[in-house]
């Protein structure tokens, strides 16, 4: 599924890369400050001629940059559970190794009980 997900996307992108190139030498108006009521206010109103190939080129590599700090902000949240589940995982190991050795100790001593209880018994 993730396959079908990145070639659909690889597509449309380069389906989008293609529109611009083909519509390269064309032009389009954009208004800059063309809001209803600012000419009454006296503020300028500019068009900038644009090509529409540069336009969709610059709105996809926009798109980039925007997807790229989203996902780049989920990624370092992710991480950081990852971390934080690391240390936990790490806190319990250190628990269950001295959790073992204490065991060991105490098995230690009862052996060494039970060899002494052995001799006293012996000696009688």
Same mark, same amino acid.
């Given at each position: 599924m993730k396959k079908i997900f990145n070639i659909f996307a690889y597509l449309l992108l380069l389906f989008v890369i293609y529109v611009g190139v083909v519509n390269f030498d064309q032009n389009i108006a954009l208004q800059i400050g063309a $809001?209803?009521?600012l000419a009454d206010l006296g503020l300028p109103q500019y068009a900038i001629q644009v090509s529409v190939g540069i336009l969709i080129l610059a709105v996809v590599a926009i798109g980039f940059v925007i997807s790229a700090f989203l996902v780049g902000q989920f990624? #370092?949240?992710q991480k950081d559970k990852l971390n934080a589940y690391k240390r936990e995982l790490e806190k319990s190991s250190v628990s269950n +190794?001295? +959790? +073992?050795s204490k065991v060991e100790v105490l098995e230690?001593? $009862?052996a060494t009980l039970e060899k002494a209880l052995d001799n006293? #018994?012996?000696k009688d």
């Open positions: $809001i209803k009521g990624y #370092l949240v +190794s001295t +959790s +073992s230690a001593k $009862i006293a #018994l012996n």
